[in-house]
């Protein structure tokens, strides 16, 4: 689990410019062991994000304690092969991830609320010279006689954002491991400190 922080730009050795999104990756800690013995499945619950006591109830004080580790702001399961490997209050840092490897990220993407064509699909909009009345709305959207009905998946206004979306095979472009920043080219769903997760493709994807 990560921070997003905003995007920058980095230029390579061979002096391109690389856009990048910077986050704040870790360190996360294991609060939660699950095994299939026990849960039904293998996975690991990790903490991110220091948290005051206060701001938390008291049947996670008591969760969160098990780790020793202090309270966490966000709290994720993330499936494992052999939970075995790891141990209570053990810190997941980015040494997992190298530069140069390619990686998943899934986060949220911006809630703009209602929205109406222009903004949510990207119409051009109706011409405003010559007594033109229709700027910034969809226009005739449905037959009268045949069908009499306006077809399911019609581009019109509506909620926009605040979708949970993956972005695949973005590069890591360097490791900043005394600051735990992660830098991936390209952008990254959501909005300044949101809360995003990398993970590891399962597939390699074609480089872009």
């Known amino acids: 689990m990560g921070k997003k922080l905003g995007m920058t730009g980095l230029f390579t050795a061979a002096g391109q410019y690389v856009p990048v999104t910077v986050v704040e990756a870790g360190p996360c800690v294991v609060i939660q062991i699950k ?8 996975a690991l619950q990790l903490g991110f994000g220091a948290q005051k006591s206060s701001r938390v109830n008291k049947p996670r004080q008591g969760h969160f304690e098990k780790s ?19 141990s209570l209050g053990q810190e997941i840092t ?10 998943d990220v899934i986060g949220t993407t911006k809630g703009r609320g209602f929205s109406g064509v222009i903004k949510r699909h990207g119409f051009h909009g109706g011409r405003k010279t010559h007594g033109g009345k229709c700027h910034r709305i969809p226009g005739s959207i449905g037959s009268s006689a045949w ?9 019109l206004p509506g909620r926009y954002g605040g979708n949970r979306q993956t972005v695949r095979n973005l590069e890591v472009v360097d490791i900043r491991s005394e600051d735990n920043l992660i830098l991936l080219k390209g952008a990254v769903p959501g909005h300044r400190s949101a809360l995003v997760t990398i993970h590891k493709p399962k597939f390699a994807q074609p480089q872009r």
């Open 94 to 103: 980015l040494e997992m991830f190298a530069v140069g490897e390619r990686v």
């Open 68 to 86: 020793g580790q202090g309270c966490f702001e966000f709290v994720k399961e993330f499936a494992v092969k052999n939970p075995n490997e790891y």
């Open 147 to 155: 069908p009499a009905r306006v077809f399911k998946g019609k581009k």
């Open 35 to 42: 095994t299939e013995a026990t849960d039904g499945y293998n």
